[in-house]
């Protein structure tokens, strides 16, 4: 070895943790999907459901049966009735809201786990200028009247018609909503 090998720093040894994944990623993979503004400023984006009741589609897993959306709600009353085979998840990002059935309240930063097979009444009380709310929704939601009877129900493939035409009135286009469905 020379001197000035011999007074060469070694070379600075690679933090693997730094190096991103050499392999291919699996064929069948569906792509990811990142949505930057998960509450939207461009109304348009906003699917109606009733007068100053709207959700945003993030995520609709034609495949599994299942969606990822927010909801927004500026008024207050009774939105739903409703009944859930499988389970649900909910991260309340602005104001709040209750069930009927329970004692609790869903507030700002609160996540809330609903069982499957329960019944509740979703409510935004008065004081609540808007509420806005991330839910995960996991097979269908069953609409019933107090005694149980079915009124309706949606599921991936309602919410997905409804976003078509919401977005194809708009003028974004009956496909927009492809980027959202997985």
Same mark, same amino acid.
């Given at each position: 070895?020379?001197?000035?090998?011999?007074?060469?720093?070694?070379?600075?040894?690679?933090?693997?943790?730094?190096?991103?994944?050499?392999?291919?990623?699996?064929?069948?993979?569906?792509?990811?999907?990142?949505?930057?503004?998960?509450?939207?400023?461009?109304? +348009?984006?906003?699917?109606? @459901?009733?007068?100053?009741?709207?959700?945003?589609?993030?995520? &609709? %897993?034609? !495949? !599994?049966?299942?969606?990822? %959306?927010?909801?927004?709600?500026? +008024?207050?009353?009774? &939105? %739903? +009735?409703?009944?859930?085979?499988?389970?649900?998840?909910?991260?309340? $990002?602005? *104001? !709040?809201?209750?069930?009927?059935?329970?004692?609790?309240?869903? !507030?700002?930063? *609160?996540?809330?786990?609903?069982?499957? *097979?329960?019944?509740?009444?979703?409510?935004?009380?008065?004081?609540?200028?808007?509420? $806005?709310?991330?839910?995960?929704?996991?097979?269908?939601?069953?609409?019933?009247?107090?005694?149980?009877?079915?009124?309706?129900?949606?599921?991936?493939?309602?919410? $997905?018609?409804?976003?078509?035409?919401?977005?194809?009135?708009?003028?974004? *286009?009956?496909?927009? @909503?492809?980027?959202? $469905?997985?």
């Amino acid at each position: 070895m020379t001197t000035a090998e011999q007074r060469a720093p070694a070379p600075a040894a690679v933090d693997e943790r730094w190096q991103p994944y050499r392999k291919p990623q699996p064929a069948e993979a569906v792509p990811e999907l990142v949505v930057a503004a998960a509450v939207p400023q461009d109304e +348009r984006l906003w699917v109606p @459901i009733e007068d100053n009741v709207w959700f945003r589609p993030l995520l &609709l %897993s034609a !495949s !599994s049966g299942y969606w990822m %959306s927010v909801l927004r709600v500026r +008024r207050a009353g009774v &939105l %739903s +009735r409703h009944r859930h085979p499988q389970p649900v998840h909910g991260y309340v $990002i602005k *104001g !709040s809201w209750r069930y009927l059935e329970h004692d609790w309240v869903a !507030s700002e930063g *609160g996540y809330v786990y609903e069982a499957p *097979g329960e019944t509740h009444t979703l409510v935004v009380d008065p004081h609540v200028d808007e509420m $806005i709310t991330l839910f995960q929704v996991n097979g269908t939601m069953i609409y019933v009247d107090p005694d149980g009877a079915v009124t309706g129900f949606d599921d991936v493939f309602t919410r $997905i018609d409804k976003c078509r035409a919401h977005y194809t009135a708009t003028g974004l *286009g009956d496909r927009f @909503i492809d980027q959202f $469905i997985r």
